[in-house]
């Protein structure tokens, strides 16, 4: 996907979530969410729409001091579903008026506005399945999009240490976790090293991995996000159990 396509899936994401929560009662816990409401994901979602939106504003070229951003929050909950559509349409301005080839500071890998785009996106897609899954409803992943959020989830995760402390006792002495579609193509190989982990992209590294998870791609990106178990029917698990347990239990995002 290329960021075009990311603007345009955090519109219908957008949209989909306010769509799903406009009628809810905003007070029902939402489960994949410990101690959240509705109200308290809807709010979630559009003050990270509208922090990242700033970001990409100012075009930021240093890690920020502060998150302080006018939320313009509505005076009761019933009116944060247009309050999240409302975030939606800004930061789509401002997407139209930025080259997503920037140069900016990101937490990630990738440096440029772009990160931003890319990572708005699956922040509202895994929340909004978090809204359907607390009204009792089945979520639908596109696959095109599943398979991008794994790679955006795998590629960034080495690099979210800061806030996800756990991530950085992802070590090993030289080995690797496969994560492979059964639904199509989509293949990712994480190698564990002593001093950390990463995605393997060299063609020329890849090999035979010591555990693997296989899964559509719908998901293996919701059990990357801790909303399923990786010992569900829904995944083939091959290879090293306890190297699979340490991933899991250090990954969460």
């Known amino acids: 996907m290329n960021p075009a396509q990311h603007g345009a899936a955090v519109a219908a994401e957008t949209a989909g979530f306010v769509a799903t929560v406009r009628a809810a009662d905003l007070s029902a816990p939402v489960p994949t969410c410990p101690g959240w409401t ?12 509208r922090w990242f939106t700033e970001l990409l504003r100012r075009r930021i070229q240093q890690p920020p001091t502060s998150r302080e951003v006018d939320l313009r929050l509505p005076e009761h909950p019933d009116g944060f579903p247009d ?4 975030s939606a349409s800004e930061a789509a301005e401002v997407f139209a008026a930025t080259d997503p ?16 785009v890319r990572r708005m996106l699956f922040e509202t897609l895994v929340h909004r399945v978090d809204a359907q899954l607390a009204l009792g409803l089945s ?20 690099f979210a240490s800061p806030f996800a402390p756990l991530t950085a006792q992802l070590r090993a002495p030289d080995r690797s976790i496969r994560f492979s579609c059964t639904d199509g193509d989509g293949d990712w ?22 555990a693997t998870v296989q899964g559509t791609a719908a998901d293996l990106l919701l059990l ?11 995944f083939q698990l091959l290879g090293d159990p306890d190297l699979l347990a340490h991933w899991f239990t250090h990954s969460t995002f």
């Open 101 to 116: 080839d920037a140069p900016m500071w990101a937490w990630g890998g990738d440096q440029h506005a772009r990160f931003w």
């Open 38 to 49: 509705l109200a308290d994901l809807t709010q979630h979602v559009g003050s990270v729409h």
């Open 189 to 210: 190989l994480v190698g564990l090293r002593p001093d950390g982990f990463a995605l393997v992209t060299d063609r020329a590294e890849l090999r035979a991995a010591d």
């Open 224 to 234: 990357l996000y801790g909303r399923l178990d990786h010992r569900s029917d829904a």
């Open 83 to 86: 309050w999240l559509a409302a």
């Open 139 to 158: 979520p639908h992943i596109d696959r095109v999009l599943a398979v991008d959020g794994i790679d955006e989830f795998l590629t960034n995760l080495p």
